[in-house]
Structure formats: C-alpha cells, structure tokens
C-alpha cells in the first residue's frame, strides 16, 4: 500500500440497519448484522451516479457511458473507487478514536502483582503438534493458562493495535458508542404504500451516540471521487449519513521487525478452500495454525433485479494465520479472497511466539 492513508467517515443522522440475509415471517425478530464492505460501496456509487446526473430507476440498470462505467464501475468491479473496512470510530469533545476487529488469538487472564490482580491480554503461542485443519496438516494455537477470562472485548484500538504489531503490552476493549434498538416494521404490497395483511414483524438497528464507521484508502482517485458528495443513503431503511475525507494517521498496513509473523484480518475473506485457502498457502508462505471464529454470511440486495444477491460463507475478521515467513508479495494473502477488489481479504500482521514440547511437557519458546 501506499505511504499516505485516508479515512472516509460516515456519520449517521439516525439508526442505521443492515439486514441478515434470510427470508423471515411474520412476528420475526430480524437482526442488524455488521456490515460487509458492499452497502459502502453502493451507497458511495449511487451518490455519484446522481452527482454525474445519471438517471436512476429501480429495477433498471443504470445507463452509463465508457468514461464513467470505468470511473465508478459495476456489480463486479469497483472502478476507481477503492476502500478498506468499514471499521467504527468514536468521537467525544474533539477526540477521535478508531476501532478494528480484535485479533481472535488474544485473550485474557488475570495476573498477580504485589499490590492487586489485574486483567492482562496475551496471545495464543504457536504449538508446533500435527493435526488436521480442511485437510491441511497444521500446528495449534496454544492457550497456556489454565484460567481464561470471558472479558467480552472484541475490538482493538488504533493506539493499542500498534502496540501489539511492536510486541508491547496491549488492552482490547468493547466499542460503547451505539446501542441496540428494537423498531416495528410492517411489510408492502409491491410497490403500494399499502401493508401486506398479518405482516409485522420487528428489527434490531443501530444508533450511534456519537461516531459511526469509517473506511480506510490509499487512492488518490478514491479520494478525490468521494470527495464530491456530501453523504450517501445508507443500509436497509436507507438512512443519511453524513461523508468526509480525512488524512489517517496510522500506519498499520506496514510489514513488522518480526520474522515469526501472522495475518490478523480486519475484513471478511472468502477463500476457495473454507476457512484455509486450498493449499494452505499465502503465495509462498505456508499456513502453520489457525486462530478462527465462526463463518459470518455475506450476500445483500440487487437492486437492479429486486432480489437477493448470492450468499456466500466468509471467514471473520479477527481470524489469525500463523505464517512460517512472510509472503513474497502482500497481494499474495489479499487477492486470495473472492471480491478483494472490494475489499475482502485486507488483513495486518501481527508477531506470535511459539513453544516446543520437551520431554518435561511444554517448553519455552523455540
């Protein structure tokens, strides 16, 4: 990447909601799941179609000519619109803080000092055992204590995330600047503005108390695009969000002074093999042990056809891979993942450590 970030700010005016991929009925529960990078992505390019004067019909494919097809793309290319996230920021009294998914190889246990015991995060050590991970022969990510705190924390700040890249003590922490809602909805007939009969149902949305999301690029063209419009409609209600380009000063896409290095992603990745690539490779770099959650869905809603977008079962952000070097290329890892042109695949490194088995039992680090 570049030496020079940005981040896009988007500021909601009200709750915002971005719908599960799923068919309810009626009396549902629906909830509002993270966002994926594609609700960013169309709401920025239908912003700038109507800034280009392009004339937009639901249902309908946009019209547009050679020079702006190429300049803000399609379904299945962005053009020259290139973001990363979207992440949360907050913002109190002038005082602006970025959050990112928590690696998913940290966790937390209480640690005794002379004065009082405190809570402390540590990362799970490479165990270099040999078991079966999607067919591919792997180590594991190894938790030494034998008390672990359910602390809840899974999001890592800017300041802390460059923390643990040096290999400095760091703190997760949760983001407390939206609340959950619960709103009534009642499904139309078509396009009527009439209720279909015994259709209520509810939905769970987000409202920030301050902040919102942010997405981060190294584009200048990115940027001088976004900077043409003043906010997008935004997620399932399609709710105004306010827009601004800023210089971001953190750069965490930067390779680390560390030769045991793994891949921390901070977006979603939709690999060919599940949750390990097919090979267990990133370019030249082989796969030594995972650290994963659960798959999350990622599809969304065409609106040019009226129905739903393809699903697909991506791996989390937070998920850890554990390298044996580094890859030749950062590409190798990013462009692995389905729709990396959207941002899918996008990841930071991080150190681990790693212990060997010894005839005593477990060893210190090798």
Known sequence: MNERLYAVYFEPEDWLAFRESRRFNPG??????????????????????????????????????PELLEKLGDEEHPGVIKLIGPFIFSEVKGER??????????????EKTDCAEKIVYKKMRLFDAKILVESCQ????????????????????????????????????????????????????????????????????????????????????????????DGVFLGAKQKWCRVRVEPFNGDIFKRIPSEKVA????????????????????????IKAIAAGKKIVVSGWNYTSGKPKPIY????PGTVYYLDKFPERDEDIIERSLFSKFGFGYFVYIPYESIELTQGGIGDEA
């Open 28 to 65: 549902d529960t629906v909830r509002s799941v993270f966002p994926s990078p594609f609700p960013f992505y169309g709401a920025i390019r239908t912003a700038l179609m109507k800034k280009y004067g392009v004339k937009l019909q639901y249902h309908e494919k946009p019209s547009l000519s």
């Open 97 to 110: 803080k970025h959050y990112f998914p928590a690696p998913k190889n940290v966790y937390a246990c209480k």
């Open 313 to 316: 079962h991506a791996v989390s």
């Open 138 to 229: 792997m180590g594991l990510a190894w938790i030494e204590e034998e008390e672990v705190i359910e602390t809840g924390d899974s999001y890592i700040e800017l300041e802390e995330l460059v923390k643990l890249r040096l290999g400095q003590s760091f703190t997760l922490c949760k983001v407390e600047n939206f609340e959950e809602e619960i709103k009534l909805g009642i499904a139309l007939e078509g396009f009527e503005k009439k209720a279909k009969e015994r259709m209520l149902y509810t939905m769970r949305v987000y409202r920030f108390k301050n902040g919102g999301f942010f997405m981060l690029t190294d584009d200048e063209r990115t940027v001088e695009e976004i900077s043409k419009i």
């Open 263 to 286: 891949v921390s992603l901070v977006t979603p990745a939709i690999y060919d093999g599940g949750i390990i690539p097919k090979g267990g490779t990133f370019g030249d770099a082989k």
